[in-house]
């Protein structure tokens, strides 16, 4: 039988394998790379498809479906998160594990890229349905993962909990401990300091690059607005809370709040462990998201999911500055139009790069038995992420394109002078 392979030429206006697709061959025009290599690195190296059946707490089995796509194994193992949502598609898990290798390649970390998935709302299961969920869908991974091949991290909808019971089961099957299969997990059983904070922590050290060369210094007086108010959101709003900007809005799945004097962030934490929600935070004036994407502010941080900025709205974004907290969260039709206004984007290869970054010391400590403190952690962070921003700030200049491009082609080149090296087999 003849398998189709993913057609990137087919693929409708709104998948976010269409946006990945259509930013790698705006990359790639501008760059000399020999053709079959270019051909190769557009498609996925591996995509794997899991139905699955999970006992619910009433005795019942209900059948779920998963994926793992692995994109490209060229620098390294793979390496990605998971995603438990009722939007999840292989499309999706294709573009996501194609972002991730440019994302690995851009801050020169030793992984190629990988995505899963399970299509599930989390909230609809309790604990325990979780926990088998998670345990059924990690065994089915098993003959794709190891510390040397593929390592999961949590994405939307996933934790450091889920990591655990990832970590167990894979343990469980080779019949001793190995922390190194998946970060992301509780530092009792080898995750590491600073990893739940770290991709919000990198949002913001670059948005403050990004501030300093478009010459704006005042932090009380730049305005941010977040989109998202999970881990990167809720991490994101905390280090600027704590570097002194305003936020004056945010959002979540439910919808979002805003105050034009600013949000006492750790009192909306704390408003959001009780009520579960941004939304009827006290002094604040509920809006929507939609609302929140187009508010008057200086920056606007998108961290929730794919396709929130498009040709539909991006002509009354405000914000002089969108910093990519979420991966895809823009369009390419959207980035033309953020292009002609002169908005400036700091794209999501580079700005939620601290996630995986902090992922990889994760995965160093776990293989040497070593855990470094949070201080180690975020001043290697900071390095490294910063070395990123200057490196695709300077690419932009040299070839005279926008961010996005700057951080793809880099990135881009750099896997394809490994595959240059390395050949193709046999
Ligand atoms: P999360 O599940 O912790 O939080 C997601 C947030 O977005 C929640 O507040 C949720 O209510 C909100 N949300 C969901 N759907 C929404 C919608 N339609 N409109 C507005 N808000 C909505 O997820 P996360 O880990 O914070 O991931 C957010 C984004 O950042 C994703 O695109 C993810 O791929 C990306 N990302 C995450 C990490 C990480 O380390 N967690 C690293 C890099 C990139």
């Known amino acids: 039988m003849v398998v189709a392979l993913p057609n990137p030429t087919t693929q409708s206006h709104t998948s976010a394998y269409h946006t990945a697709i259509e930013q790698y061959n705006r990359a790639t025009q501008n760059l000399s790379i ?10 996925p190296r591996r995509e794997f498809t899991v139905n699955f059946p999970v006992r619910r707490d009433d005795g019942q089995t ?16 793979s390496k990605g998160g998971i995603r438990y949502s009722t939007g999840v598609t292989l499309d999706e898990v294709r573009a996501l594990a194609m972002w991730m290798t440019w994302k690995c390649a851009l ?23 979780l926990e088998n969920l998670t345990r059924r869908y990690a065994s ?10 593929d390592i999961p991290a949590p994405d939307m909808g996933t934790n450091s909990q889920v990591m655990a019971w990832i970590m167990d089961t894979y343990s469980m099957t080779v019949g001793y401990s190995v922390p190194a299969i ?5 530092i009792i059983i080898g995750g590491s300091e600073g990893r739940t904070e770290a991709t919000g922590r990198g949002v913001i050290i670059t948005m403050m690059e990004a501030l300093k ?6 932090r009380s007086g730049t305005t941010v607005a977040i989109q998202g108010f999970g881990n990167v959101g809720s991490n994101a709003a905390s280090f600027a809370y704590e570097m002194g900007f305003t936020i004056v809005a945010v959002s979540d799945v439910m919808g979002g709040i805003y105050n034009p004097r600013g949000l006492d962030i750790p009192d909306l934490l704390e408003h959001v462990q009780a009520t579960g929600t941004v939304m009827d935070f006290r002094g604040s004036e509920n809006i929507n998201n939609e609302e929140l994407l187009r508010m008057k502010c200086d920056v606007l941080i998108p961290a929730a999911m794919e396709n929130q900025i498009t040709e539909d ?9 969108i910093v990519e907290g979420a991966n895809g969260p823009t369009t390419p039709e959207a980035d033309d139009i953020l292009n002609d206004r002169g908005i400036f984007v700091v794209p999501d290869i580079l700005a939620n790069s601290g996630g995986v970054i902090v992922s990889y010391f994760e995965w160093v400590q776990d293989l040497q038995a070593f855990s470094w403190d949070k201080d180690e952690v975020f001043r290697q962070l900071q390095r490294i992420i910063v070395r990123a921003y200057d490196e695709t700030q300077s690419n932009a200049e040299k070839f005279n394109v926008d961010m996005r491009m700057g951080a793809q082609m880099t990135a881009i080149q750099r896997v394809a002078d490994a595959m240059k090296v390395r050949g193709f087999y046999p």
């Open 182 to 186: 998946v970060t992301g997990k509780p």
């Open 213 to 218: 060369q478009m010459g704006q210094s005042s």
């Open 34 to 43: 020999d053709d079959n290599i270019l051909d190769y690195m557009r498609y």
């Open 313 to 321: 709205n991006a002509d009354h974004v405000q914000a002089q500055l």
């Open 140 to 149: 089915e991974l098993i003959p794709l993962i190891s510390p040397h091949s």
């Open 62 to 77: 209900e059948m779920f479906t998963g994926y793992r796509v692995h994109h490209s194994t060229v620098l390294g193992p």
């Open 107 to 129: 801050v020169n970390i030793p992984y190629g890229g990988a995505k899963g998935g399970v299509v599930v709302d989390p909230k609809t299961l309790s604990q325990r349905e």
